[in-house]
């Protein structure tokens, strides 16, 4: 079916239910909370639902203005509050993920929802088989500019963006400006047609700009610098790994998520074409990987780290002991992987 099609059997299922819950993945960035906002925000407004939004996690402190007003559940720090919700839904929308896994602690009570399950993400390799109804494109920005579409194509909305609650329209601005970092990457025409007509409709920009890049703590611009002058590495065949130890959070007294957008800084060096970040987690180092056009993070992330993603925007992990046996053979591995990869990429090339 077309995008119009299944927005027209969303719309019918909106009407039939009397709960609807948002979800997204573990360690919501931008575009988790904001197309989950987006949608809680048009259910109550425009179609007067019972409309929740669930998290696995929190989101970094300077996105949470975007879940104001949002009836959200943090899972991690209410379970069984998260799970009484999902057992009364009766449609379930997940956005920003491809499949339930990625939910992590969560995933298994999505799986057992009794709800109508509807997918709206932008990946790779969406698991159909997981939802009643899917809207999958790569050809965007972000769940937020699909989501974007399909709001448009609803029958209230009619391709309307001036219709949208201001919240929601801010919403939606917010995660599409996050995943395109400030639109720097992943820009196709109708992110910029989105943005547009989400100003001609009243969001305001420089606000949000305000929140999201310039609203930072101390402890983030000192921990910038130390990530800079002394964990990121530069190798000869083009790529910067990072490893940052537990230690290096504690010491700056970071919370989670406050080093969103360290990855991308060693791409500013003109001869680095790929980075790679790995942040120790629980036992495991959890993987960010950005890289220049002709240089494929997603490649990378499913060949090496159990991951993937974007092209050019890639996550994964690397376990212990099954890739490597303790915490201090972390940076020998990113250097033995990326020097291997980037070889192999010259001789693509």
Request: glycine share 6%; charged share 25%.
């Amino acid at each position: 079916m077309k995008t119009r099609e299944k927005a027209i059997v969303l719309s019918a299922w909106i009407d039939s239910a009397s709960c609807i819950t948002l979800v997204s993945h573990a360690r919501p960035d931008g575009d988790a909370a904001g197309s989950c906002a987006a949608a809680a925000a048009y259910l109550r407004g425009c179609r007067g639902k019972d409309a929740a939004v669930i998290l696995p996690d929190a989101v970094p402190a300077s996105l949470g203005f975007v879940l104001d007003g949002c009836n959200l559940t943090v899972a991690c720090d209410a379970l069984a509050e998260a799970a009484a919700r999902l057992a009364s839904t009766d449609l379930l929308i997940c956005l920003d993920f491809n499949t339930m896994s990625r939910a992590e602690g969560i995933a298994e009570k999505l799986q057992s929802c009794p709800a109508r399950k509807v997918l709206v993400d932008h990946h790779e390799g969406p698991s159909t088989d997981e939802f009643d109804l899917c809207f999958s494109s790569t050809a965007v920005s972000s769940a937020c500019e699909l989501l974007y579409t399909v709001l448009l194509e609803m029958p209230d909305i009619d391709h309307d963006a001036s219709r949208l609650p201001m919240q929601a329209a801010r919403a939606l601005m917010t995660g599409m400006t996050t995943d395109t970092n400030n639109f720097a990457n992943s820009v196709y025409p109708g992110t910029l047609r989105m943005a547009s007509e989400l100003l001609a409709a009243g969001v305001d920009r420089d606000d949000l700009i305000d929140r999201i890049y310039f609203s930072e703590r101390p402890n983030r611009l000192a921990a910038q610098g130390d990530f800079l002058t002394s964990y990121m590495e530069i190798l000869p065949c083009g790529a910067a790994v990072t490893v940052l130890p537990q230690s290096f959070f504690e010491r700056h007294g970071l919370a989670d998520g406050e080093t969103e957008g360290f990855v991308n800084m060693p791409l500013a060096v003109k001869d680095v074409r790929l980075s790679i970040l790995a942040r120790e987690d629980e036992g495991r180092f959890r993987v960010s990987l950005r890289s220049k056009r002709g240089v494929s993070a997603r490649s990378l992330a499913v060949r090496c780290f159990h991951g993937g993603g974007h092209e050019q925007a890639s996550g994964g992990k690397i376990l212990i002991p099954d890739d490597i046996p303790d915490t201090s053979a972390a940076a020998e591995y990113l250097r033995e992987v990326a020097a291997r990869f980037m070889q192999e990429n010259n001789t693509v090339n």
